[in-house]
């Protein structure tokens, strides 16, 4: 057997391994020795029809036998003399392999890059105070009370945090914009609907809300939209300036609930101060899970700027197609269309694969700390996916159990993503932690 390794690249190398005819021979007769063992063939008793007949019978299906036979042993000799530790095989030289002739087989593959770890004791970390003002707690009881307002019909102009029923009907340069999009009528023309005079968060007509303080019933009165430049609802708004006609049909005011026992029973609390308590306590949680996610982000970004990584092209475009599908999938269930993907195809393929890179660079280094210290999978931690994703997905955890046994590959992922968490919360443990003012 002769094997030869050739540099592509820094990750990508071309496997050439040659097996001598006897080799391929002696592949060949185990191959039929192995039919001829399983073989039924009239007027013999299983096992015993003679080699040159299963040969004969079975040419097809023992020839395809040989094929992945040769490939296996090139591959693992290969492997194993030039020490190769293999990401994923990229291509295999289909040649035909014949018992009467040497066999040479050109696998492509991309390897671990070779790399020295850096530092990654110590690694600076920011976090936030988790303590909570009585004005955040105050925030947190006007915004139960706000879940739980009436809405009573206000014979004034309307002011901020009202909510108007309105008509609209929307042009594009004189055009009607529900012939601009037909299928989304709701951005043409509407009978009725509601929006809130200078919510916090956009309406369906963005800016819209930020247009009617002072509008009373009756009132009618053309307002300039101009939408944004990546509007993905509508694409062929994207960047317009719309005129839309609206008419004032009715005003609603907020009224808060009192703070008193009805409103403590509604949202089953005890007393104003336990009420407090407790959000007290809700409040630090969340601090305390903002500042794990952070520190989480800030050790990974930390690793992948202290080391250069020549990255394995197959493993980057892999994860890139993964952040491709998820983003498609995503923005088509908000209803983007499948032309605007088309359109931003470019710049989108440019910031997977962007993403991919950096994603791919720190699992690289996260495998090696995972090896180095000695980070191991336990039943413990499987059990717990399987609890959290049953509580997630509202499945019986033997479901899930059984999903995973027959899906080896997705185990596999899983698997290694539970490892890499445990890295990453390793880090945590030993990044040092300086406690800054929370961003205004």
């Known amino acids: ?65 040989l094929q992945q036979k040769v490939f296996a042993k090139a591959y693992k000799a290969g492997c194993e003399e030039k ?10 030289d289909e040649a035909t392999v014949s018992p009467d002739a040497p066999a040479t087989i050109t696998i492509t593959v991309d390897v671990r890059p070779e790399f020295a770890l850096p530092d990654y004791i110590g690694l600076p970390t920011e976090i936030q105070s988790t303590d909570v003002t009585d004005a955040e707690i105050d925030q947190v009881i006007e915004g139960l009370r706000a879940e739980r307002a009436d809405f009573k ?41 509601w929006e809130e005079v200078e919510g916090e968060n956009e309406g369906v007509i963005p800016g819209l809300g930020k247009q009617l303080a002072g509008l009373k019933t009756g009132d009618k009165k053309d307002v300039t939209i ?7 609802p509508v694409p062929a708004l994207a960047g317009k300036t ?4 609206i008419e004032v049909l009715e005003i609603r005011e907020r009224v808060l609930p ?8 509604s949202i089953q609390a005890e007393s104003i101060d336990a009420l407090k308590t407790n959000v007290r306590g809700r409040l630090q949680q969340q601090k305390e899970m903002q500042n794990r996610a952070g520190q989480r982000n800030q050790v990974t970004d930390a690793l992948a700027s202290k080391v250069e990584i020549a990255l394995p092209e197959a493993l980057v475009e892999s994860e890139a197609q993964n952040i491709l599908a998820r983003f498609m999938d995503e923005n088509m269930r908000r209803g983007v269309k499948q032309e605007q993907f088309e359109k931003d195809k470019t710049q989108l393929v440019q910031g997977a ?3 991919a890179a950096q994603r791919v660079k720190v699992q690289l280094i996260l495998g090696k700390i995972v090896e180095k210290e000695g980070i191991k999978l336990e039943n413990s931690d499987i059990d717990a996916f399987i609890y959290r994703e049953a509580m997630r997905t509202q499945q019986a955890p033997d479901k899930i159990v059984k999903e995973l046994t027959k899906n080896r590959d997705a185990l596999r992922n899983i698997q290694q993503s539970i490892v890499f968490d445990k890295a990453v919360d390793f880090l945590v443990s030993k990044a040092t932690v300086t406690t800054v003012s929370a961003k205004s």
């Open 153 to 193: 019909q206000a014979d004034r102009p309307a002011q901020k945090a009202d909510y108007v029923k309105l008509s609209y009907e929307g042009k594009v340069d004189g055009q009607a914009i529900a012939e601009i999009a037909p299928d989304r009528q709701i951005y043409g023309k509407v009978p009725q609907t």
């Open 353 to 355: 694969r962007k993403s």
């Open 242 to 245: 719309a005129i839309y006609s």
């Open 226 to 232: 101009t939408f944004p430049a990546d509007f993905a």
């Open 83 to 92: 020490k190769l530790e293999v990401i994923t095989v990229t291509n295999v």
């Open 1 to 65: 057997m002769n094997i030869q390794l050739n540099d592509l690249s820094e990750t990508r190398k071309s496997l050439v391994v040659t097996l001598d005819q006897s080799e391929v021979a002696a592949e060949h007769q185990a191959v039929v020795a192995q039919f001829a063992r399983e073989a039924r063939l009239p007027g013999f008793r299983p096992g015993k029809a003679p080699a040159a007949m299963v040969a004969k019978r079975f040419a097809k299906e023992i020839a395809e036998e």
């Open 258 to 265: 009192a703070l008193d026992e009805a409103f403590l029973k």
